[in-house]
């Protein structure tokens, strides 16, 4: 059965909370320092290590190329952010019907 975390937060200037995926980490294309997290509205680059990272919103949904044309600069405070590294999916995980972490 697929469980895949997800991480309750707002980023940025986000008036409300809204539940966040944390993408497995993909180090051919996101050096191991970064993980990337997506709502229904904002997807967001975040640097494990500082805390800092770029985000965008949209009401139609936010995906990766929408933080080149609208992403803004955010600090990820060092609680949520630890709860984000929880969230990252393992080798193994089960994320989706026939879908685990390679």
């Known amino acids: ?25 993909h180090t051919e294309t996101t050096p191991d ?3 990337r997290v997506q709502s229904d509205t904002c997807y967001a680059k975040i640097n494990i290590k500082t805390g800092e990272g770029i985000y965008a919103t949209n009401p139609n949904g936010a995906y990766s190329h929408t933080l080149v044309v609208k992403g803004k600069p955010c600090k990820i405070e060092p609680a949520l952010l630890e709860q984000f590294i929880a969230a990252i999916p393992q080798k193994g995980d089960s994320i989706g019907p026939g879908v685990i972490v390679g």
């Not at 975390?5 to 986000?14: F, L, R």
């Open 1 to 25: 059965m697929p469980n895949i975390q997800t991480v309750v937060a707002k980023i940025g200037s986000m008036r409300k909370e809204q539940r966040f995926v944390v993408y497995p980490k």
């Open 33 to 35: 320092d970064f993980i």
